[in-house]
């Protein structure tokens, strides 16, 4: 086994891993519990005190809100950029793999001045494990269309390319309205909640979300469908961001009157889910 080799396998355990506390986050109510955090945050199971060390990790907060995210934006714009670069020194280039990584320099760039201009982030501290996991998923991610094209070669048609493009195009815009839209709201309300109304808000709880899982469905279409980390990706977006927006949806109603909210709006997919 050669280096890329370990690298695969190292990337599909950490894939399958985390796809696997999704899974069980999603179904299992402790599980939940333990992983929530911010507004989501639940406290201990059964009320009981945590080890002290689970305390660290899990509930107190340890790095401050803005500067984890957009450290997390970083991390992955360096890492995606110097793969970027390395793409040129191969032998044999594949399409497929330059174009999704060069959607998925713009969307953390994108983000990342997000981070830095747009949001207006409450004042809170995020847990040890929950900055890991995220850092680990913009270490990871950016490898994912490398390790397919070294291990999975395969071409799309410039069609497909086209398609993902014109996709991952749409939801960038229609993420960015809506963080704009986000930052608006919390900007009036100082450091409180509102319920953000108006566009994709009377459809969904979470329009970013769903935006963010359209950008990754461009990202597999661009892996030409046969990218099996960008599969596992995929779905470990969706089931992360399914959960998360579940756990919004819910959050809201038990936050705020009925008549605050809009009818018929459902959490991630507009009328289905």
Not at 74 to 94: C, H, P, Q, T, W
Not at 229 to 252: C, D, I, K, M, R
Request: include cysteine; hydrophobic fraction near 50%; charged fraction near 10%.
């Amino acid at each position: 086994m050669d280096v890329v080799d370990y690298v695969g396998v190292v990337a599909f355990f950490y894939w399958i891993a985390g796809l696997i506390l999704v899974g069980c986050s999603l179904v299992l109510g402790k599980v939940r519990a333990i992983v929530s955090y911010g507004k989501h945050a639940r406290g201990w199971v059964a009320s009981k005190q945590p080890p002290a060390i689970v305390h660290s990790l899990l509930i107190r907060g340890t790095v401050p809100n803005k500067v984890a995210w957009t450290s997390f934006y970083a991390i992955g714009l360096v890492i995606n950029s110097v793969l970027i670069r390395e793409y040129f020194y191969l032998k044999d280039m594949n399409l497929r793999s330059l174009s999704t990584s060069i959607m998925f320099e713009i969307h953390v760039a994108r983000r990342l001045i997000e981070c830095i201009y747009v949001h207006v982030f409450t004042p809170r501290y995020l847990p040890l494990f929950h900055y890991a996991a995220a850092v680990s998923f913009y270490f990871f991610a950016p490898l994912t269309p490398f390790l397919d094209a070294l291990l999975y070669p395969a071409v799309p048609s410039p069609s497909q390319v086209a398609a993902a493009a014109i996709l991952f195009s749409a939801a960038s815009l229609m993420q960015c309205f809506v963080h704009i839209r986000l930052a608006e709201s919390r900007a009036l309300g100082g450091s409180k909640y509102g319920v953000p109304r108006g566009g994709l808000f009377e459809l969904v709880a979470s329009p970013h979300y769903t935006a963010e899982i359209v950008m990754y469905t461009a990202f597999l279409i661009a892996s030409n469908g046969l990218g099996f980390f960008a599969f596992l990706n995929w779905l470990w977006v969706f089931g992360n961001l399914a959960q998360s927006a579940l756990e919004t949806n819910a959050w809201y109603k038990r936050t705020f009157v009925k008549s605050m909210l809009p009818p018929r709006r459902k959490a991630l997919i507009p009328h289905i889910l």
